[in-house]
């Protein structure tokens, strides 16, 4: 009787041809040589090709080096953010996210000034601290998120049962601010890995992170070269969902502003 | 004030410093005549001068890149938000398996990078033989844009008693009345804020639009400040520029925020 669920049709239809036929595309693609015969060739490539091995295993290293840096530095700042006798002013919270607003590309090329004229050679170390800037206000919020939903009475029952504020955190808050700390990983670890513009900029095109080398490939014409190297990309992408599970069926579904 | 609440506002503060001293940086320098960035030759407001009169090195291409990046973001924010928000009511309405198929396809491209979903995109417009430009841009800023839309519209939706459509129904209202008498204003403030998220994410794009655009030379703000970047010099345009784009963004995000908590506030 309810008609109404006919209404997610055309977005149905929208979504199966503009995202699921795309990513069939990248495999369709992939398993092809330039002249349209199938081949696993473009496959096998990437892994006797040293140079897209190593820029791989960098990018995967820079990736979690620069996610386990957000979390170091974002979740502090999340925790006092969330927390009603640390912090009161929804000002405050609004400048740690105001950043994301402002064109990534812009910002990037100012942070590498900035190193530039401070004397810091240009290379893996403004790599990571510059990452770090254009994705720290993406862990924090959905951590603060998290945290700013969070039954504050779990925290002050473990209290009232005589847990130290270290066995609080630990044993109450850490683990129910999980969920946001995942939804942060996702959004930092994966569009590290693929970021191109970024880490030109920020090494004077000294390192290539793995999202260089989709781009040179594709803009070159080697389209299906290209194609694998995303196919490969979308299978790490894959492995992380799945490993994040359910975790966050919920708790995207806030607005973000 | 206890030393536990000084060190977390000193935590605080500090890192909102280094957060902000890239556009701070970009902010000082938009006032000086230096071509590269860090360069300080005195007070000037020469840059914001040329910018609005024109009369800079490739006036034109750094126009119709605002103008083509604001075009693009407007056109896909609203067919994201008609789009969006008519897919949510209808999700909303499944049940069971077919429910879990479209939220799980709606998390696609919230999941995919920038890049997958742009080569994707590229891959499937040339296997189709689309010629590719404005219509692919906006077409791919709208795949990426949708899914934000149902996220914020379909929290509204759970809050909304289901019975007032009906109601609308048996009371003799058509479908369309009572979409957009009942419906509609019930849904407001989650499609503005999809609407809003929409226009900033689209606003903000590179990757996608990069592969995309194709080859008739089209640009947007972040293409342009690529390609200039590569070149070797940026325009120094680009400074006073991005400098009025983020007080725009500062004062619409503060006035939003502050009427958001008054009005939290009065409902308590």
Redesign the interface.
């Known amino acids: 009787m309810?008609k109404?669920?006919?209404?997610?049709?055309?977005?149905?239809i929208?979504?199966?041809l503009?995202?699921?036929?795309?990513?069939v595309?990248?495999l369709?693609?992939a398993l092809q040589d330039g002249s349209g015969h199938f081949t696993l060739n473009n496959v096998t490539k990437f892994f006797t090709d040293k140079d897209a091995l190593g820029t791989f295993a960098l990018s995967i290293e820079v990736a979690i080096e620069n996610t386990l840096l957000c979390i170091a530095?974002g979740y502090?700042?999340a925790y006092?953010?969330a927390?009603n006798?640390?912090?009161r002013s929804?000002?405050?919270?609004?400048?740690?996210i105001?950043?994301m607003?402002?064109?990534?590309?812009?910002?990037?090329?100012?942070?590498a000034?900035?190193f530039?004229?401070a004397g810091v050679q240009l290379g893996k170390g403004t790599l990571l601290f510059g990452m770090c800037?254009d994705y720290?206000?993406f862990m924090i919020y959905p951590i603060y998120n998290q945290l700013k939903k969070m039954d504050k009475s779990y925290s002050e029952a473990a209290q009232d049962l005589g847990a130290t504020p270290g066995q609080v955190f630990r044993k109450v808050t850490l683990p129910l601010s999980m969920p946001g700390v995942w939804s942060g990983v996702?959004m930092v670890f994966?569009?590290t890995?693929?970021?191109?513009?970024i880490s030109?900029?920020l090494t004077n095109n000294k390192i290539k992170l793995f999202?260089t080398i989709?781009?040179e490939n594709?803009n070159n014409s080697m389209?299906n070269y290209?194609?694998a190297l995303?196919f490969i990309?979308?299978i790490i992408?894959g492995l992380t969902?799945l490993l994040q599970g359910d975790q966050e069926a919920e708790e995207?579904?806030?607005?973000?502003? | 004030m206890n030393a536990k609440k000084v060190i977390a506002k000193a935590y605080l503060w500090l890192v909102l410093i280094v957060l902000y001293a890239p556009i701070a940086f970009i902010v000082i320098f938009s006032f000086t005549e230096a071509k590269s960035l860090g360069n300080w030759t005195g007070f000037s407001t020469q840059l914001y001068a040329n910018l609005f009169t024109g009369s800079m090195q490739n006036a034109t291409g750094l126009q119709s890149a605002v103008i083509n990046t604001l075009l693009i973001a407007l056109a896909a924010s609203i067919v994201a938000t008609v789009l969006g928000t008519v897919a949510a009511i209808g999700i909303f309405h499944l049940h069971g398996r077919k429910k879990q198929t479209m939220t799980f396809l709606n998390n696609i491209p919230m999941i995919n990078p920038d890049i997958i979903t742009g080569v994707s995109l590229f891959l499937l417009f040339v296997f189709l033989g689309i010629s590719q430009g404005y219509l692919t841009v906006i077409l791919a800023h709208i795949t990426f844009c949708t899914p934000y839309v149902v996220l914020n519209v379909m929290p509204k939706l759970r809050q909304m008693n289901p019975n007032i459509y009906e109601a609308a129904l048996d009371l003799g209202a058509t479908p369309a009345q009572a979409l957009r008498k009942v419906l509609v204003p019930a849904l407001r403030p989650g499609m503005i804020s999809g609407f809003i998220l929409s226009f900033t994410m689209s606003l903000d794009d590179f990757a996608v639009t990069f592969f995309t655009r194709g080859t008739i030379g089209l640009d947007t703000l972040s293409t342009y400040i690529y390609a200039d970047a590569r070149k070797g010099g940026l325009t120094p345009e680009l400074k006073p520029l991005m400098s009025i784009i983020f007080l725009i963004i500062l004062v619409v995000l503060l006035v939003i925020n502050i009427r958001q908590s008054k009005q939290q506030n009065d409902n308590l």
């Open positions: 309810n109404r669920s006919s209404w997610a049709l055309p977005y149905f929208f979504l199966v503009f995202v699921v036929l795309p990513l595309m990248i369709f693609y530095i502090p700042a006092i953010l927390d006798k640390l912090n929804a000002v405050t919270v609004v400048l740690f105001l950043p607003w402002i064109n990534a590309l812009m910002r990037t090329l100012a942070t000034e900035l530039t004229m800037y720290l206000p996702m994966m569009p890995v693929s970021t191109f513009a030109e900029f999202g989709i781009q594709i389209w290209g194609a995303s990309m979308l992408i969902t995207t579904s806030g607005g973000l502003i």
